[in-house]
């Protein structure tokens, strides 16, 4: 056999040095093709694109009983609901009027509230009463739906206001499987200390109701809320909001709630709770076929981003 001492052909000082040999190149070989496949890695790891993010929804299937008015819910069952994600953020994509300052953009309702009614039913508390931690929203006789018709307005909306140099948040953009609650949409506002926040709506009026109005908060004083500080304001970015929207779009005043395209109300969480100044916006109805034909229609929706971003850039570069 070779490779003994008793074989002629390996002494034993080679026979030594072969061995050492052998067992060096058997601990570095590993080494370098780990080390190799470690750095191969690395540089496929670096030169991977990122993983694309989701688009926004371009539809989604009616809610199949959708809420007579989508602003927010009626009480009904009790507890929380789930969290979800942290909330958007944009940074600036340009420099203009709104340097340095944070708008918050929420979207009214969520695309898969229709699939987890049962923890949006869930009471959440507003301060001067319990409601429904959110509803579905309402929907086209076609099927269009309030949420995809707000995140599609929401995602207009900010990239004007991004170019014009604000930080924009969103309270959710499809990307949580229900809600936000609306007390959360109230507090990510706060938290972020928005400088003005607008909640995107559509109502779901019956069908011989017509046109758009802005709602405000009204003077809340209870629990958790206090809108105080916000009152004053909100009416501010309401009035700017009112008109901007209707240059922008042409829609008319709503013809069956509010009074000139405004109301005041102390029943939205979203808006009891909140700590900086908000309003809401239902930028129509969509149960009338004359509203439904323009929200389904990008043209008029870029013009009502359009209109929701004058009135931001001119509330908030006029000092407020």
């Given at each position: 056999?070779?490779?003994?001492?008793?074989?002629?052909?390996?002494?034993?000082?080679?026979?030594?040095?072969?061995?050492?040999?052998?067992?060096?190149?058997v601990c570095t070989v590993p080494a370098l093709c780990a080390g190799g496949w470690f750095g191969w890695q690395a540089l496929a790891d670096g030169s991977r694109p990122?993983?694309?993010?989701?688009?926004?929804?371009?539809?989604?299937?009616?809610?199949?009983?959708?809420?007579?008015?989508?602003?927010?819910?009626?009480?009904?069952?009790?507890?929380?609901?789930?969290?979800?994600?942290?909330?958007?953020?944009?940074?600036?994509?340009?420099?203009?009027?709104?340097?340095?300052?944070?708008?918050?953009?929420?979207?009214?309702?969520?695309?898969?509230?229709?699939?987890?009614?049962?923890?949006?039913?869930?009471?959440?508390?507003?301060?001067?009463?319990?409601?429904?931690?959110?509803?579905?929203?309402?929907?086209?006789?076609?099927?269009?739906?309030?949420?995809?018709?707000?995140?599609?307005?929401?995602?207009?909306?900010?990239?004007?206001?991004?170019?014009?140099?604000?930080?924009?948040?969103?309270?959710?953009?499809?990307?949580?499987?229900?809600?936000?609650?609306?007390?959360?949409?109230?507090?990510?506002?706060?938290?972020?200390?928005?400088?003005?926040?607008?909640?995107?709506?559509?109502?779901?009026?019956?069908?011989?109701?017509?046109?758009?109005?802005?709602?405000?908060?009204?003077?809340?004083?209870?629990?958790?809320?206090?809108?105080?500080?916000?009152?004053?304001?909100?009416?501010?970015?309401?009035?700017?909001?009112?008109?901007?929207?209707?240059?922008?779009?042409?829609?008319?005043?709503?013809?069956?709630?509010?009074?000139?395209?405004?109301?005041?109300?102390?029943?939205?969480?979203?808006?009891?709770?909140?700590?900086?100044?908000?309003?809401?916006?239902?930028?129509?109805?969509?149960?009338?076929?004359?509203?439904?034909?323009?929200?389904?229609?990008?043209?008029?929706?870029?013009?009502?981003?359009?209109g929701i971003a004058e009135a931001v850039t001119a509330f908030l570069a006029g000092g407020s």
């Amino acid at each position: 056999m070779t490779g003994t001492t008793s074989d002629p052909q390996y002494p034993e000082r080679p026979r030594r040095a072969r061995r050492l040999g052998i067992a060096v190149l058997v601990c570095t070989v590993p080494a370098l093709c780990a080390g190799g496949w470690f750095g191969w890695q690395a540089l496929a790891d670096g030169s991977r694109p990122a993983a694309p993010s989701a688009a926004a929804p371009s539809g989604t299937a009616p809610a199949p009983a959708p809420a007579p008015s989508s602003a927010e819910p009626a009480p009904a069952s009790s507890g929380p609901a789930a969290g979800g994600p942290a909330p958007s953020g944009s940074a600036p994509t340009g420099s203009g009027p709104l340097n340095g300052r944070t708008v918050l953009l929420d979207p009214g309702h969520n695309p898969g509230n229709v699939k987890h009614t049962t923890e949006i039913n869930k009471q959440v508390d507003i301060g001067n009463a319990r409601k429904e931690c959110d509803t579905t929203g309402t929907a086209t006789d076609a099927g269009y739906s309030e949420a995809s018709y707000t995140l599609d307005v929401v995602h207009r909306a900010r990239e004007i206001l991004r170019q014009r140099g604000a930080n924009v948040v969103l309270t959710q953009d499809g990307d949580r499987p229900f809600g936000p609650c609306i007390d959360e949409r109230a507090r990510i506002g706060n938290q972020a200390k928005a400088d003005a926040a607008v909640s995107v709506h559509a109502d779901g009026a019956p069908s011989g109701a017509h046109g758009f109005h802005v709602i405000m908060p009204g003077k809340v004083t209870a629990g958790a809320a206090d809108t105080s500080a916000i009152v004053d304001p909100s009416h501010r970015l309401g009035l700017e909001l009112r008109d901007a929207f209707k240059r922008a779009t042409g829609q008319p005043y709503a013809d069956y709630i509010g009074k000139d395209g405004l109301d005041t109300r102390t029943d939205l969480g979203g808006l009891n709770l909140s700590r900086v100044p908000k309003v809401f916006i239902e930028c129509g109805n969509m149960r009338n076929a004359a509203d439904a034909e323009h929200m389904t229609d990008p043209q008029w929706r870029q013009k009502a981003a359009e209109g929701i971003a004058e009135a931001v850039t001119a509330f908030l570069a006029g000092g407020s």
